[in-house]
């Protein structure tokens, strides 16, 4: 972690940021807050350099053309790989998720290179788009309960092998490649196709992401009432046959 406080980093809200995609910013924020935890949150428009003193950083979802601009934006700027070097923890969903891998197919149906932050591929399926509620199972060396999420995504996103599966589905496409797995992971950096926003639906990925820029094993404990009434609810829900 920086010297006087945790830098949390929100990047380019002005291209990614669907489905509320920054509540996950909102919801790292509090949950340091609530631990009294000094936090410093930057928002970084996609005009702006990405600064690379950052702790943890975030990144949304969004539509094809604002991804191929993020894409490009973030490989001429360099600040997030930097960032990755220097060991800050990264959170990405969807768009942002497949930006973070070796490549994905543009709006324009070209291979566009990502930033190799994440050993994964991302193609386009032909089929249905995924959409729907998703809960999995998270693995096991994360120590999480099981997750809640909603994907829309036309993507089929690969893991090569420095990559692990964030989780396996029990209800929904993940990754889209048939396999089971959802998202991905390696030490700081994550991926997934889950909005919710996520970390309002699951709070202890926000936990887990403080954990690792604090480099504690626990963190004090805190009102969980409302986000498990929340995660409650929405495993419930998405458990209802249709």
Same mark, same amino acid.
């Not at 290179?113 to 032909?126: A, K, Y």
């Not at 249905?128 to 998270?138: K, T």
């Given at each position: 972690?920086?010297?006087?406080?945790?830098?949390?980093?929100?990047?380019?809200?002005?291209?990614?940021?669907?489905?509320?995609?920054?509540? /996950?910013?909102?919801?790292?924020?509090?949950?340091?807050?609530?631990?009294?935890?000094?936090?410093?949150?930057?928002?970084?428009?996609?005009?702006?350099?990405?600064?690379?003193?950052?702790?943890?950083?975030?990144?949304?979802?969004?539509?094809?053309?604002?991804?191929?601009?993020?894409?490009?934006?973030?490989?001429?700027?360099?600040?997030?790989?930097?960032?990755?070097?220097?060991?800050?923890?990264?959170?990405?969903?969807?768009?942002?998720?497949?930006?973070?891998?070796?490549?994905?197919?543009?709006?324009?149906?070209?291979?566009?290179?990502?930033?190799?932050?994440?050993?994964?591929?991302?193609?386009?399926?032909?089929?249905?788009?995924?959409?729907?509620?998703?809960?999995?199972?998270?693995?096991?060396?994360?120590?999480?309960?099981?997750?809640?999420?909603?994907? /829309?995504?036309?993507?089929?996103?690969?893991?090569?092998?420095?990559?692990?599966?964030?989780?396996?589905?029990?209800?929904?496409?993940?990754?889209?490649?048939?396999?089971?797995?959802?998202?991905?992971?390696?030490?700081?950096?994550?991926?997934?196709?889950?909005?919710?926003?996520?970390?309002?639906? /699951?709070?202890?990925?926000?936990?887990?992401?403080?954990?690792?820029?604090?480099?504690?094993?626990?963190?004090?404990?805190?009102?969980?009432?409302?986000?498990?009434?929340?995660?409650?609810?929405?495993?419930?829900?998405?458990?209802?046959?249709?």
């Amino acid at each position: 972690m920086s010297d006087n406080s945790l830098r949390l980093v929100w990047v380019y809200p002005d291209l990614l940021s669907t489905y509320g995609d920054q509540g /996950n910013a909102l919801v790292v924020e509090r949950r340091a807050r609530q631990r009294r935890l000094d936090v410093m949150r930057i928002d970084v428009r996609s005009d702006q350099p990405v600064p690379t003193s950052g702790d943890i950083y975030l990144i949304g979802g969004g539509e094809d053309r604002p991804q191929r601009l993020a894409a490009e934006r973030l490989r001429r700027d360099g600040g997030l790989s930097r960032a990755a070097s220097n060991g800050a923890i990264i959170f990405s969903v969807c768009a942002g998720y497949q930006i973070l891998g070796h490549e994905f197919v543009n709006d324009l149906g070209e291979r566009e290179p990502g930033l190799g932050l994440i050993d994964v591929v991302s193609t386009r399926g032909e089929g249905e788009r995924c959409v729907g509620d998703v809960l999995a199972d998270i693995d096991p060396q994360l120590g999480l309960p099981q997750l809640t999420g909603f994907e /829309n995504h036309q993507g089929i996103t690969h893991l090569g092998p420095s990559a692990r599966p964030l989780a396996r589905t029990i209800l929904g496409r993940g990754n889209g490649t048939g396999d089971g797995t959802e998202g991905a992971y390696n030490e700081t950096v994550f991926g997934t196709y889950m909005h919710g926003p996520v970390m309002a639906r /699951n709070p202890q990925i926000a936990d887990l992401l403080l954990k690792l820029a604090l480099d504690v094993n626990a963190l004090p404990p805190t009102d969980d009432r409302w986000y498990e009434s929340l995660r409650a609810e929405r495993i419930a829900a998405a458990a209802q046959p249709a």
